[in-house]
């Protein structure tokens, strides 16, 4: 039987978009944890990258992943003044709201990119993100840069 | 706001002689310390910054000549980021004086030890076609031809980046040096009020306006607002993918050229430079067997990706990237264009005023709708 190369897997298969997730390490992050324990399903679509804050997540993070070809990055902190370097959540919001505005000149859905408030105490809401996030992006399809070598 | 008065320097020999000697009586009257100051070269075919203590030494300003090599604002903050124990004058362009404005906001430059002096200007040459007319005119002369036509308000040839600056005149400034709409053997000195004794003591100024300057200033505004929004939305429409921008910049070699003359991109060492993208061999392995095959050297676009994340919101539009980028990549209208977008979020105007806070280093309790 021929061999199938890993992207001819992929085509045959349906699609299940692969998400960056870059959770807030006091928040978010235990919120997600939360859900596991909890025992609440999401979509297995998330790949999660623990960060200290997600005021520290620098555009290159986000931009690096979409170049590549992941088809969603998620980045989530604490709430309104909760953050614990006192507003690193904040500057995080300004800062994806710029990097969508520069993507969508270039083609890319700013709904690739999602920014939230998640709390430790939310593991719902952790998950119900997820969902959506994942229902959102298998709508928009497969992110176009996976066959893009050129980058 | 600053009350302005209006002056007139009368030129006796030459241009170049008069404000040599306005120079000399800033620093030896002590308004100045130090002098920044653009001047020819001893060849002749150059135009450089040079720092100036000894008033004796100050030869040839030429703050006209159609050349920036490196933006007076990296200048100024290799001079200010630590106390310099002196008073600098600062001759900047508009652009230049845009870019200080933002340096000092992220705290790498400091205006209190200086004394900003403006210069017009209607733009300048990229440094190989202003190489090209100084090996057959020299650099004398073709700041005197260049004088002649900022005076009447018309410059050809000019960068693409000036091409769509609107800002001839900057009012950030203390004292302004105008030759637009001015007559031949005259110069239009600008000063903030509470300098003017001293300057006129020390200077020889007279008070006198420039009667066509105004309307002559604003006809370029207006020309060259035009002529921007025209080209940056054309850029917008056109560039409007990633295998598009990926085709324009496909000559890219990353040298890194572009952000060594930006003089927003001021880090010391740069993350594309550092350990982050010294990546291990099994790591190129990896992304080509993934994707079939990889570009190398790779992450070409991701770094003009990065750096317009990273600079964008404060970007001037001098476009110094794109006089040194060896391959001529339109970063020039790239940056504008992206910026232009990113500062309309926050409504930020770069450059404009130290009061204006930097987008990414406030923010509001609600705003831009979180998911």
């Known amino acids: 039987m021929k061999q199938l190369s890993v992207s001819e897997k992929r085509v045959a298969q349906e699609f299940e978009p692969k998400i960056i997730a870059f959770l807030c390490n006091w928040c978010s992050y235990v919120g997600a944890d939360l859900a596991g324990t909890s025992r609440i399903q999401y979509p297995p679509n998330i790949r999660v990258i623990r960060v200290m804050c997600s005021g520290s997540v620098d555009p290159l993070y986000i931009l690096k992943p979409i170049l590549e070809g992941a088809d969603g990055v998620l980045i989530a902190g604490c709430h309104s003044g909760d953050c614990h370097y006192l507003n690193g959540n904040y500057k995080a919001r300004r800062r994806v709201a710029m990097v969508k505005t520069m993507l969508e000149q270039f083609g890319i859905p700013g709904d690739r990119i999602w920014f939230s408030f998640i709390s430790a105490s939310e593991g719902r809401v952790f998950a119900d993100t997820v969902r959506r996030m994942v229902t959102r992006l298998k709508e928009l399809g497969p992110n176009s840069m996976k066959a893009q070598w050129e980058i | 706001m600053y009350t302005i008065a209006s002056f007139l320097l009368r030129t006796q020999a030459n241009v170049r002689e008069t404000l040599k000697e306005f120079f000399r009586g800033l620093m030896k009257k002590d308004i100045v310390d130090l002098l920044l100051v653009p001047q020819e070269t001893s060849s002749g075919r150059s135009v450089v910054y040079t720092l100036v203590k000894d008033p004796n030494k100050l030869l040839s300003p030429d703050p006209v000549g159609p050349l920036v090599l490196v933006s007076g604002a990296t200048v100024l903050s290799n001079l200010t980021f630590r106390d310099p124990g002196a008073v600098i004058g600062v001759v900047l362009r508009p652009c230049e004086v845009r870019a200080a404005i933002e340096l000092v906001k992220l705290g790498q430059a400091n205006l209190s030890p200086v004394l900003l002096i403006g210069v017009d200007c209607l733009g300048t040459l990229d440094p190989r076609v202003y190489r090209e007319e100084v090996m057959q005119t020299g650099a004398r002369a073709l700041s005197e031809q260049w004088l002649t036509s900022l005076r009447s308000g018309l410059v050809k040839g000019v960068r693409s980046a000036c091409q769509i600056c609107s800002e001839v005149a900057s009012d950030a400034v203390s004292v302004h040096i105008g030759f ?77 050229n572009c952000r060594k003359a930006c003089p927003i991109c001021y880090c010391k060492e740069c993350v594309f430079e550092g350990r982050i993208f010294d990546h291990q061999s099994s790591s190129y392995v990896n992304w080509a067997t993934r994707k079939g095959l990889i570009k190398m050297p790779a992450d070409t676009i991701l770094f003009h990706l990065t750096r317009l994340c990273h600079v964008g919101y404060s970007c001037v539009s001098c476009g110094m990237c794109e006089s040194a980028c060896p391959v001529g990549l339109p970063l020039a209208t790239l940056f504008p264009a992206v910026a232009e977008k990113i500062q309309a979020i926050f409504n930020y105007v770069p450059g404009r005023s130290l009061d204006e806070v930097l987008p990414l280093t406030t923010f509001k309790e609600e705003e831009l709708e979180p998911r």
């Open chain 2, 180 to 256: 637009i709409g001015t007559g031949p053997n005259e110069i239009l000195v600008e000063v903030k009020n509470s300098l003017v004794e001293r300057l006129r003591e020390a200077t020889g100024l007279v008070e006198g306006t420039a009667s066509e300057r105004s309307s002559l200033i604003s006809w370029h505004k207006e020309e060259r607002q035009k002529v921007r929004e025209e080209k940056l939305l054309a850029w917008q429409q056109s560039i409007d993918d990633l295998p598009r921008l990926i085709a324009e910049f496909a000559t890219c070699l990353k040298c890194g």
